[in-house]
């Protein structure tokens, strides 16, 4: 177990243990340990550095799967796997040719797919109920989700944002949701 201490005046003021919730299992029980229903769209991004960041919430949140598409940098990639940090190795993973395939055919198999995204239409992350299984989808960093996909998707959420760029960076948005989901759903994985 790690231990991390604080020193306060040459002296050592406390110590806590340092968790997590699998690291300590093996691996093989790690693998059949349920994954929270969510899956990430991410809809052409331009930066193997947010997607690296993605597939890290995607680890640490248990989550079921991320699918990439268009020109969206996935395994392997080497840019991805540095900022990944091996995490790919935990998270399944699918890549698709074009977004609106990925949330046509996770919408034939009963998945709910709400797009992530600042429009006149959409409804704060934390004043809606997230249907369980869930898909977000993710937009390029510059452009955002594309029409056509906001059009597709079966609801619009956003993070409330201010200042003059009225943007937050889309790994950042995708873990702020993440978690506000995980909370929702009372931290448990299953289906209940």
Same mark, same amino acid.
């Given at each position: 177990?790690?231990?991390?201490?604080?020193?306060?005046?040459?002296?050592?003021?406390?110590?806590?243990?340092?968790?997590?919730?699998?690291?300590?299992?093996?691996?093989?029980?790690?693998?059949?340990?349920?994954?929270?229903?969510?899956?990430?769209?991410?809809?052409?991004?331009?930066?193997a550095f947010n997607v690296g960041s993605i597939f890290r919430t995607a680890d640490t949140a248990r989550l079921q799967q991320i699918i990439?598409?268009?020109?969206?940098?996935? !395994?392997?990639?080497?840019? #991805?796997?540095?900022? @990944? &940090? /091996?995490?790919?190795?935990? $998270?399944?993973?699918?890549?698709?040719?074009?977004?609106?395939?990925?949330?046509?055919?996770?919408?034939?198999?009963g998945v709910a797919v709400w797009a992530l995204e600042t429009t006149s239409a959409s409804l704060s992350y934390t004043e809606v109920s997230?249907?369980? !299984?869930?898909?977000?989808? #993710?937009?390029?960093? @510059? &452009? /955002?989700?594309?029409?056509? $996909?906001?059009?597709?998707?079966?609801?619009?959420?956003?993070?409330?944002?201010?200042?003059?760029?009225?943007?937050?960076?889309?790994?950042?948005?995708?873990?702020?949701?993440?978690?506000?989901?995980?909370?929702?759903?009372?931290?448990?994985?299953?289906?209940?």
């Amino acid at each position: 177990m790690n231990r991390r201490s604080r020193e306060v005046s040459g002296g050592e003021e406390s110590s806590l243990d340092v968790r997590s919730q699998d690291l300590d299992i093996p691996f093989d029980e790690y693998v059949r340990r349920s994954k929270f229903p969510v899956t990430l769209v991410l809809d052409n991004l331009r930066s193997a550095f947010n997607v690296g960041s993605i597939f890290r919430t995607a680890d640490t949140a248990r989550l079921q799967q991320i699918i990439t598409c268009g020109y969206t940098a996935h !395994p392997p990639h080497p840019r #991805l796997d540095k900022t @990944a &940090l /091996g995490t790919i190795d935990y $998270v399944d993973t699918t890549h698709a040719e074009s977004t609106m395939a990925a949330i046509t055919e996770l919408q034939s198999q009963g998945v709910a797919v709400w797009a992530l995204e600042t429009t006149s239409a959409s409804l704060s992350y934390t004043e809606v109920s997230y249907p369980r !299984p869930v898909a977000l989808v #993710l937009g390029n960093e @510059a &452009l /955002g989700v594309e029409q056509e $996909v906001l059009e597709g998707c079966d609801a619009l959420v956003e993070v409330p944002v201010f200042g003059y760029k009225n943007s937050l960076n889309v790994a950042c948005t995708a873990a702020v949701v993440v978690y506000e989901i995980l909370r929702q759903w009372g931290y448990e994985p299953e289906d209940s």
